[in-house]
C-alpha cells in the first residue's frame, strides 16, 4: 500500500505553525475560575443592587442576576450580536481610572423608555426618538450612579463617575462599534439576565477592557485576602525564631520557637465614673449659649411651601398655559414653612398691603425638627 511521506522542509513548517498557535494562546489574556467569579461578583453587587432604583423609576419589579463572564473582543461581539443596540457608556472620575459600557437591546430600552414616559411598556416603538432616547439617559444615570455608590462601598473609597454617554449603534453596519476600542482589544464581558416584570425576559451586558478589569479584580482579592493585625504579628514573631540544629533536642527547640509567641500588653488604667445629666424640667425655653451672639446675623433661606405631587415626564412635557396640577394638600391645609430645607412650623396665607404673607399657626416640636434633620 501506498503511503505519503512527509519531507523534512514539510514537517519543520509543520512545527513552526504549532509554535506560533500555542505562543498565540500562551500570550492571550485569561481569567482563573477565582477572578471570574469577582468579576461577576463585582457586576452583580454594582448593577444588580442598581436594579433597584431602575424598578422604582418603571414602577415595575426589576430583576438584574446571574452573571456570566467570559473574554471577548470587539470583533467576536460584532459577529456574534450583528443587531441595533444601545450604549451606555460610563466614565468614573473619581476613584478608579476606566470605564465601562453597558448594552441594552433597543426592544428593551424602548421598553424602558414607554414606562418612564407614562406608558405601559407593551407597545413600544420600534425606534427610539430624541425624547425617548432622553428617558433611557435618565434610567441610565439613576443605575449607573446606584451602581457607583455600590463601589463605593465595596471598595472601600470614593467613587463618582461622569454623565453617562448614550449612544445607538448598528454593530452589524460597516465601521460601527464602540468608540475608543479597537477591533482586537482584549474585553471583559459580564452578561446578566434582565427581567421587568410581565415585559422583559432578556439579557444585558457590561463591557470593561480588559486590563480595567483585571485592575477591579486585584483590588478585590487583595481585600478579601489581607492578613489581620494578630496574623502579621504572629508571623513577625515566628520569623524571628532561631535556627535550630539537626539533633533531637534542636528540633523540639526550634519547633517551639517557630511557634507564634502572642503577647498580651498591659492596659492603661481608666478611670469610670457615673454619667451625670441636668434635670429636665417642664421650661420650654431653651437656654442659649453664650456665644450664639455670633451667629445672630447669619442669613437663612425661608421657603413656604403650598403643596407638591410627583408627576411623569409625559406628563410634564404636556403641561401649557392653562394646565392645573393637582398637589397633595386640600383647600384650607396650613402651608409648610421651612428654614434652609428644614420644616420649623406651618401657617396660613394672608394679604398684607396686596402682598402675600404667612400667619404661623403652629411651631414644629423640638423632636419633631430634630427628626428632620436625620
Not at 114 to 133: F, H, I, S, W, Y
Not at 304 to 314: A, D, F, N, Q
Request: aromatic share 4%.
Amino acid at each position: 500500500m501506498d503511503r505519503q511521506i512527509l519531507s523534512q522542509e514539510e514537517i519543520n513548517a509543520l512545527l513552526r505553525d504549532a509554535d506560533n498557535s500555542s505562543q498565540v494562546v500562551d500570550n492571550a489574556p485569561q481569567l482563573s475560575s477565582v477572578q471570574k467569579d469577582a468579576l461577576g461578583e463585582i457586576g452583580n453587587i454594582s448593577y444588580g443592587t442598581a436594579s433597584t432604583a431602575l424598578s422604582q423609576l418603571l414602577n415595575k419589579r426589576v430583576d438584574i442576576n446571574t452573571p456570566t463572564v467570559f473574554l471577548t473582543t470587539q470583533r467576536e461581539l460584532k459577529e456574534q450580536y450583528p443587531n441595533p443596540y444601545v450604549l451606555v457608556e460610563v466614565d468614573y472620575k473619581i476613584g478608579l481610572h476606566g470605564g465601562n459600557i453597558l448594552i441594552l437591546k433597543m426592544r428593551d430600552a424602548a421598553v424602558i423608555a414607554d414606562l418612564m414616559m407614562g406608558g405601559t411598556g407593551e407597545n413600544p416603538k420600534e425606534t427610539l426618538d430624541d425624547l425617548a432616547l432622553s428617558a433611557v439617559s435618565e434610567a441610565m444615570n439613576q443605575m449607573a450612579g446606584n451602581a457607583a455608590t455600590s463601589l463605593s462601598t465595596l471598595f472601600s473609597k470614593r467613587i463618582e463617575i461622569d454623565t453617562p454617554r448614550l449612544t445607538v449603534v448598528d454593530f452589524g453596519s460597516a465601521g460601527a462599534g464602540i468608540r475608543g476600542i479597537n477591533e482586537d482589544d482584549h474585553l471583559a464581558a459580564v452578561k446578566f439576565k434582565l427581567i421587568i416584570e410581565g415585559l422583559v425576559d432578556s439579557e444585558v451586558m457590561l463591557i470593561l477592557p480588559y486590563e480595567f478589569a483585571a485592575e477591579l479584580v486585584d483590588s478585590l482579592l487583595n481585600q478579601t485576602v489581607a492578613p489581620s493585625p494578630q496574623e502579621t504579628k504572629a508571623e513577625t514573631v515566628a520569623s524571628k525564631a532561631p535556627v535550630a540544629d539537626s539533633s533531637p533536642s534542636g528540633a523540639a527547640a526550634a519547633a517551639a520557637a517557630a511557634e507564634p509567641v502572642y503577647r498580651t500588653e498591659p492596659k492603661p488604667q481608666v478611670t469610670v465614673q457615673p454619667a451625670q445629666f441636668a434635670a429636665i424640667g417642664n421650661n420650654k425655653a431653651v437656654k442659649e449659649n453664650g456665644n450664639i451672639g455670633l451667629i445672630l446675623d447669619v442669613p437663612l433661606k425661608v421657603t413656604v411651601e403650598l403643596g407638591s405631587t410627583r408627576m411623569k415626564i409625559k406628563e410634564i412635557l404636556e403641561l401649557g398655559v392653562g394646565s392645573i396640577i393637582e398637589l397633595d394638600k386640600l383647600a384650607g391645609d396650613p402651608v409648610d414653612i421651612f428654614v434652609n430645607g428644614k420644616l420649623i412650623a406651618k401657617g396660613e396665607v394672608v394679604v398684607i398691603d396686596e402682598n402675600f404673607g404667612i400667619k404661623v399657626t403652629d411651631i414644629v416640636s423640638q423632636i419633631e425638627r430634630a427628626n428632620t434633620l436625620q
